[in-house]
């Protein structure tokens, strides 16, 4: 299994899942459909499948050219509101893309709709991967905006935190303000400090700093974190979900105060988040 990083946009990433003897190939989260089929054509496979975690416009606007420029192309995701779904998904189904196993992982929090896929191959010396999308970065996770806190945590630790501790494919390049925002709740986390030194790292040599591991998620992103004591006394909470919730404040008004957007920013925000309409076609 052969995982092609493909960054778009400004800060967003798409993966192409090559299944390396049929040479069939998967796609997750086509936002820029042309770059996709470059990349494709590059490495001779044939693409038969879009999974998409959520329907947010970054991770799904390219859908309907793609299957435009590929009839027949399956496009797949749990929430009907995603451009071109061709079929949706449920929570625990699997698919297979010749010796790919593929596991559906419902995985409400950003969105109600948000699915998570848990990728590997049997007999194959190559990691499982989990495509989180934006349910979990590294050392951050998406905004919640339409589940409860409940939901996310559940997510977050009962799904994706019981996962295998291998590979992390998530949908953007947040990793230096989400460490930073790590080390404010917990200062004295070594696993941060070290993370975050070579982030910024990464960051001047312009290079990615996806994926990561679950095993590592777990030593300091502090939204996997919410059991452990110094992340309950920055929150001030003791309840799991509650502690949850006060972190997604916090880690909103830490990036506001960080980097205040202007109103051109907040309204392409909104659009994203579905808190806009788009003008309706004549």
Not at 26 to 33: G, L, Q, T, Y
Not at 112 to 120: A, D, E, I, P, V
Request: aromatic share 6%.
């Amino acid at each position: 299994m052969k995982v092609k990083v493909i960054p778009v946009l400004e800060d967003n990433y798409m993966y192409l899942v090559i299944e390396e003897r049929t040479r069939e190939a998967v796609a997750v989260d086509v936002a820029v459909p042309k770059r996709l089929l470059e990349i494709v054509g590059r490495e001779g496979v044939s693409l038969t499948t879009v999974l998409t975690t959520h329907h947010h416009w970054d991770h799904a606007r390219g859908n309907a050219e793609l299957a435009r420029l590929r009839p027949g192309l399956a496009v797949l995701g749990a929430d009907e509101r995603i451009c071109a779904l061709t079929r949706r998904l449920v929570h625990g189904e699997e698919l297979r893309f010749g010796a790919i196993h593929a596991r559906c992982l419902l995985t409400p929090g950003h969105t109600s709709g948000h699915m998570s896929y848990f990728l590997w191959e049997e007999e194959c010396p190559d990691p499982p991967a989990v495509f989180s999308g934006d349910a979990l970065s590294v050392a951050g996770c998406g905004l919640r905006l339409e589940s409860t806190a409940q939901q996310m945590y559940e997510s977050l630790t009962q799904i994706l935190g019981t996962l295998p501790p291998d590979t992390v494919f998530c949908g953007h390049e947040h990793t230096l303000g989400n460490l930073e925002f790590a080390q404010k709740v917990e200062p004295g986390n070594d696993h941060v400090r070290a993370k975050l030194s070579w982030a910024k790292k990464r960051d001047e040599d312009d290079m990615p700093t996806v994926p990561s591991t679950l095993s590592e998620e777990l030593l300091y992103n502090p939204f996997l974190r919410v059991a452990e004591e110094p992340v309950r006394k920055f929150t001030g909470k003791a309840a799991p979900a509650e502690v949850l919730e006060a972190l997604c404040k916090e880690r909103a008004s830490f990036q506001r105060a960080v980097e205040p957007l202007q109103p051109q920013a907040r309204a392409l925000l909104a659009l994203q988040w579905g808190l806009l309409g788009t003008p309706q076609q004549k």
